[in-house]
């Protein structure tokens, strides 16, 4: 199994909402991390997970709150989200060893309204 | 500022012909370049990659050619297929470990 999913595919949501969004691997990755990406823009690295530990946190803000519950779960918690947040967000892993080569999910498609 | 520039963001070539794809970098800490490639609603998906003392590496179809003075690095694909048409990721690494700069991409199209 390589393959990184993420659910769900689409989310729509206000700003005053909570929501979670959720990618899994089954690959024995022991390091996980978030992207965010815009329109016509490259994916931007939020944040990494290395043995199921916060790693790296790029200055992202609080109302994005990452959790890695296992080594194969990595949940990103949305609360009091801004219209700017609207983005794809792409979730990855790879062995802790080649950090470089990394397997993406398909994205979860954030719109804030 | 970018640290990893893909100057062209399309690119449109002939089944059958060369496709080139450039990048370029500004941080001479890099040590590791990848390709990735991707297609809609799908995430991007590793491609090649070479570390920074090669100058060249051949997969198939693919190779990555970097010039270290320059600070360039360019992929080529040959012969091209319809099948290659998707956004193409230049990406580089540095020895610090974890943090993977993406450029923005260039989309190809190969005609049949």
């Known amino acids: 199994d390589t393959e990184v999913t993420q659910t769900p595919k689409h989310l729509v949501m206000g700003m005053t909402n909570k929501k979670s969004l959720k990618c899994e691997q089954h690959?024995?990755?022991?390091?996980m991390y978030w992207y965010k990406q815009k329109a016509k823009k490259p994916p931007e690295l939020m944040f990494v997970?290395?043995?199921?530990?916060?790693?790296i946190n790029e200055s992202v803000p609080s109302r994005f709150s990452p959790e890695c519950p296992n080594s194969s779960l990595l949940n990103l918690h949305l609360h009091a989200l801004q219209p700017e947040d609207s983005a794809l967000y792409l979730c990855?892993?790879?062995?802790?060893?080649?950090?470089?080569?990394?397997?993406f999910g398909p994205g979860t498609r954030l719109t804030v309204l | 500022d970018q640290q990893v520039k893909q100057n062209s963001p399309s690119l449109s070539v002939q089944e059958g012909r060369i496709s080139i794809l450039n990048c370029d970098y500004t941080n001479s800490m890099f040590d590791y370049f990848l390709w990735y490639k991707k297609y809609p609603a799908e995430g991007p998906t590793f491609l090649i990659s070479?570390?920074?003392?090669?100058d060249k590496n051949e997969d198939g179809r693919f190779t990555v050619f970097l010039n270290k003075s320059a600070k360039h690095l360019s992929l080529h694909i040959v012969p091209s297929q319809p099948g290659d048409s998707a956004v193409y990721f230049c990406a580089a690494s540095d020895p610090g470990g974890f943090k993977t700069i993406f450029g923005a991409g260039t989309r190809l199209f190969v005609k049949a």
């Open positions: 070479i570390s920074s003392i090669k």
């Open positions: 997970y290395s043995y199921e530990k916060l790693s």
């Open positions: 990855a892993s790879s062995q802790v060893r080649h950090y470089n080569e990394q397997f």
């Open positions: 690959m024995g990755h022991r390091a």
